[in-house]
């Protein structure tokens, strides 16, 4: 809202009394509200958390959507988009009946187990036998009896009864001095299991948000961060109204240019952020000079070590040279680590450790006036999964040390092989200096794309990257199995030289519409064909209700 500021100093009302004399009463209204318009504008303008260039852009866009002939058009194009994604959601479910109300009757359980079973025998591919990059980190039949007869005696707990729940709750305490001593934290370190490493970042933001505010008196509280770490910075920056400072990576290193960083820097930033190491190139910031600034402005510094996980902490005792990445590096103050990733934890577990409990302190929320009662809970989820946390636990102390030092190794062997024999290709290159499992390929003789594309048509499933273009691999424990790296490689040789026969033609399919989204300048237009495609997923037939 506007406020109505007093003007004490005489000179400047004389000044204003001098400037509207012999105006109409109509005119002094009119200046005077355009100028309060116009300043309001400005004001709003200057303080979103965007930069001018994109908010010019948006705003352009936003203008030529309002022309009727651009709209229809634009939702013409958002409608075949749908349909298209539409139809894929279909076909993976073929066949599948849709139950859209409850059955009348309650069905056996034999009945239900088999459609279950229906449903999760779907998807072409094979994850099992390893030709997925990423996704599932870990899988040993062992330990899915093992979590699942943990998920059997832990399924109706919830953490947010601890009085009726108290063993849960030393679990989630004891995983969290667990993840703290893996990655060198002190007595002082503490934090939180929360569902996720997108849920471990949030919170990291709303802390130090919140600490930026409370006690550093910050107004517009920003983070800045490489250009490369997580969407969900961008996402925590978008929910909690933080804006966020990208800061461009080098070339060819793919890691963050420390100076940018250090110049991005202002009265303003809450937190610093690098990865250990970023999705798209598996690149590691470097973390010691990002540290050195916190230290020197006094901000906090998040590491990001949700990808890096128990991998990253595991690579040095196992022989391999890693720069420090945790609390040894003095200036780090909070790092996240997923433990369903590379702590092999069934899915929705994840910690965020901080230095000290000033900024978990800030992460938490306490409501005082409910009449529901004093209500406080620790991060973004009211009642929680007990089984997530004891599934967790159970699996930390499945591997112990040494399993996930054996574990390490496998997976690192494989990771350098795979990398060495690509280096070795001339029609492709690797980005930057892989630190762990992520091997990002890019290509200056054909568009990658078209790549990842024939191998797809090999079932295997790659990431695709943009600006620049790009698709990698996550190598996991299912890389490990007997004959899947070198069955990679093959497919990956053979390919590149069907590629080469031409390698100036063009992308087809989907493969060809995503490398297209890359290129259009309306943003806004691919968050349209983005929520199109979510939009997809919640696909049942219509007209049953
Ligand atoms: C996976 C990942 C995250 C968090 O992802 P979730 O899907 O929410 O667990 C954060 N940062 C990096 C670098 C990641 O790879
Ligand atoms: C489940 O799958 C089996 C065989 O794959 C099929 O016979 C059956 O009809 C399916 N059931 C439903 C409800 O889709
Ligand atoms: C780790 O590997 C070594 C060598 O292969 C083996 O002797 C040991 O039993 C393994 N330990 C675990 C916990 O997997």
């Known amino acids: 809202m506007l406020e109505i500021v007093a003007l004490p100093s005489v000179a400047i009302a004389t000044y204003i009394n001098r400037f509207f004399t012999g105006k109409e009463p109509w005119q002094i209204s009119a200046i005077t509200s355009i100028s309060i318009l116009t300043g309001y504008y400005v004001w709003n303008v200057l303080s979103q958390p965007d930069d001018l260039f994109e908010i010019a852009k948006k705003n352009f866009f936003q203008i030529l959507r309002k022309i009727p002939f651009v709209s229809k058009k634009i939702n013409e194009e958002c409608q075949k988009v749908y349909e298209l994604f539409e139809k894929e959601v279909k076909g993976r479910c073929e066949g599948l009946t849709y139950i859209t109300s409850l059955p009348i009757e309650p069905l056996n359980s034999d009945e239900i187990i088999n459609l279950v079973k229906n449903h999760t025998l779907r998807g072409k591919y094979r994850w099992n036998e390893g030709f997925v990059s990423g996704t599932v980190y870990y899988y040993d039949p062992d330990l899915v009896n093992l979590t699942a007869e943990v998920y059997r005696l832990t399924l109706y707990s919830n953490p947010i009864h601890s009085d009726v729940f108290p063993g849960i709750c030393k679990m989630e305490a004891e995983i969290i001095r667990i993840v703290a001593d893996l990655f ?18 949030l919170m990291a933001c709303k802390a130090y948000r919140d600490y930026g505010i409370h006690v550093r008196g910050i107004k517009n509280p920003e983070i800045v961060a490489p250009r490369t770490v997580h969407a969900a910075f961008d996402k925590a920056s978008s929910y909690f109204g933080i804006r966020m400072k990208h800061v461009t990576v080098d070339d060819d290193s793919k890691c963050v240019n420390v100076k940018s960083m250090e110049r991005a820097i202002s009265k303003n930033t809450v937190m610093l952020v690098c990865s250990a190491p970023n999705f798209p190139y598996g690149t590691m910031d470097d973390i ?6 916190g230290l020197k402005y006094n901000i906090p510094v998040h590491v990001d070590c949700c990808l890096g996980s128990f991998i990253l902490a595991f690579m040095v005792q196992v022989g391999y040279e890693v720069e420090p990445f945790d609390f040894a590096v003095p200036g780090v103050t909070s790092i996240s680590v997923d433990t369903h990733k590379y702590g092999f934890a069934p899915k929705g ?79 492709i290159f690797i980005f930057g200096k892989p630190v762990s499992t992520v091997i990002a390929i890019g290509s200056k003789s054909f568009h990658i794309y078209r790549l990842a594309q024939a191998l797809n048509k090999k079932s295997w499933n790659l990431n695709m990257l943009q600006f620049p273009f790009g698709i990698h691999i996550c190598i996991t424990q299912l890389h490990t199995l ?11 040789r053979i390919e590149i030289e069907n590629i080469m026969q031409n390698p100036n033609e063009n992308l087809e399919g989907q493969v060809a519409m995503y490398g297209m989204s890359s290129t259009l300048p309306d943003r806004t237009l691919v968050g349209d064909f983005t929520k199109c495609y979510l939009d997809a997923h919640y696909y049942t037939p219509k007209g049953n209700i």
């Open 482 to 492: 007997p004959g899947v790296a070198d069955r990679f490689l093959n497919d990956v």
């Open 288 to 293: 010691k000079q990002i540290a050195k600034l």
């Open 349 to 427: 577990s994840s910690v965020i450790l901080y230095s000290e409990s000033k900024y978990r302190h800030h992460q938490y929320y306490a409501s005082l006036s409910w009449p529901g009662g004093l209500y406080g809970s620790p991060s973004v989820s009211g009642s929680r999964s007990g089984g997530a946390i004891a599934t967790c636990w159970a699996t930390l102390m499945y591997f112990g040390k040494n399993g996930y030092a054996n574990v390490t190794r496998k997976i690192l062997e494989v990771c350098k092989h795979i990398e060495k024999e690509l280096r070795k290709i001339n029609e």
């Open 184 to 201: 060198h934290g002190s007595d002082d370190t503490c934090g939180s299991v929360t569902s996720g490493g997108t849920e471990s970042i």
